[in-house]
């Protein structure tokens, strides 16, 4: 299946490893022209690297509204124009059960929300005057789903992700764009949380995933890219307001 991405314009936030890379590498494979952005310079350049092609690199930390927009400028006047965006920043780490604070509630909203809605807002007028299929994708969690053992901060921020991808639905459509959430399960990246885990206690990893997933097994940020690469595309142009679940079988409902 050709996903007729081909001199679309991608941008694609917390682009520098795991989730984000994998995203980014796969839609150059598809033809795309992309624009990186995360908060670290070498490793945005790294990234580059791994993508090849004449990705641009964009330093920002999209949790400031005005880094945001300066961040859409900067691809408007690299590329002309933007036909795909992927809100990939978040984060799942916090502090334990009953130890949230009002500040620790801000930080991991503003990580794991604000930077989702703050990349829309800055990158919709652009978007909308383009042409073609044009599309958004954020990248949520089943964390936003349901109750797994993550933080009640992050269950919160990715709750409110959700609500928003399909809160936005209707009003994008207005404006041909298309907007949807993929909620990865755990996915085993090389310097993320599983493979701390499983560096810890390969053992005890073993067992969750033999009792919790019915696919037995972590997922890769290449087979949640490879999602993210359809819903982007236009052959996905019925969908939209959609909660995409990638997780090996692990949400019961």
């Not at 682009?15 to 994998?22: M, Y």
């Not at 036909?83 to 949230?100: F, H, R, T, W």
Request: net charge neutral.
């Amino acid at each position: 299946m050709k996903l007729e991405l081909e001199d679309r314009v991608a941008l694609v936030t917390g682009a520098s490893r795991g989730i984000g890379l994998a995203i980014a590498t796969t839609l150059a494979a598809e033809g795309a022209k992309i624009a990186l952005a995360a908060r670290g310079a070498d490793a945005l350049n790294a990234a580059r690297a791994a993508v090849g092609g004449s990705a641009s690199v964009h330093v920002a930390d999209v949790t400031d509204p005005a880094a945001a927009a300066a961040l859409v400028h900067e691809v408007e006047r690299q590329w002309g124009r933007l036909d795909i965006l992927v809100c990939n920043v978040g984060s799942g780490a916090s502090v334990p059960p009953g130890k949230e604070t009002a500040a620790e509630w801000s930080r991991v909203i503003d990580l794991n929300l604000f930077a989702t809605t703050n990349m829309i807002d800055a990158a919709r007028p652009l978007m909308a005057r383009g042409s073609g299929d044009r599309a958004i994708v954020c990248i949520s969690s089943i964390a936003g789903m349901a109750a797994l053992g993550a933080p009640v901060t992050y269950y919160g921020a990715k709750a409110a992700v959700n609500a928003t991808v399909r809160g936005l639905a209707r009003p994008l459509a207005l404006e041909s764009i298309r907007i949807n959430a993929v909620a990865p399960g755990n996915i085993l990246s090389a310097d993320g949380t599983w493979a701390r885990k499983i560096a810890e206690n390969k053992a005890a990893v073993d067992d969750m995933l033999q009792r919790e997933v019915a696919l037995r097994r972590l997922g890769t940020p290449e087979e949640i890219a490879d999602v993210v690469a359809f819903l982007v595309s236009p052959r996905a142009a019925f969908i939209t307001g959609s909660i995409v679940v990638a997780d090996g079988g692990q949400l019961r409902s």
